[in-house]
């Protein structure tokens, strides 16, 4: 497992800083780059599956910025956590450790509308690794013990090449 804390790369774009209960920030440092409109944003390594997956969970705290006209979170907004949550979650495995990844493909499932003003938490797991790509899947939720389901989701990253 790996906190991301001292991962070059990690260290050198991203805020590290150990908060309450287990979690970590996930910002950028740099501020113009499109992470910082959802931010801040804060990992944290969850107990693993029933078969014994690695599990993270990543969350933000929805503003009226990020709402639709309908008041709810904007879809754009679920999505841009999800492919976020992919790497922070797949850092906190120690699947990610150098270069620039990129998301390959990203499955997602609209369930229910996110509320703005409580923590939305996406729930990533690592489904399998190979040398090159990470499988993942997951749930973006909210509410007490997860009740409320958003989206469901599934992605693959590719892992940079190593020089």
Do not use: C
């Not at 780059?33 to 969350?59: M, Y």
């Not at 990844?101 to 990203?106: E, G, P, Q």
């Not at 909210?142 to 590719?158: K, M, N, P, W, Y």
Request: proline letters at 4%.
């Amino acid at each position: 497992m790996n906190d991301g804390i001292e991962e070059p790369k990690r260290r050198e774009n991203f805020s590290a800083e150990q908060l309450a209960d287990g979690w970590v920030s996930w910002n950028l440092k740099d501020q113009s780059r499109f992470n910082a409109f959802i931010e801040p944003l804060s990992v944290r390594v969850e107990p693993p599956t029933d078969d014994g997956r690695p599990r993270a969970r990543v969350r933000m705290l929805p503003e009226r910025k990020h709402s639709n006209l309908g008041d709810n979170v904007h879809g754009a907004v679920s999505l841009a956590l999800v492919d976020i949550a992919l790497f922070a979650a797949s850092h906190q495995f120690g699947s990610l450790d150098a270069g620039h990844s990129v998301t390959l493909d990203l499955s997602t499932q609209f369930v229910g509308a996110g509320r703005v003003g409580e923590p939305l938490d996406a729930v990533v797991e690592l489904v399998r690794e190979t040398g090159r790509l990470i499988f993942l899947r997951g749930l973006v939720v909210q509410g007490e013990d997860d009740g409320h389901i958003v989206l469901s989701f599934a992605g693959t990253i590719r892992k940079a090449s190593r020089k």
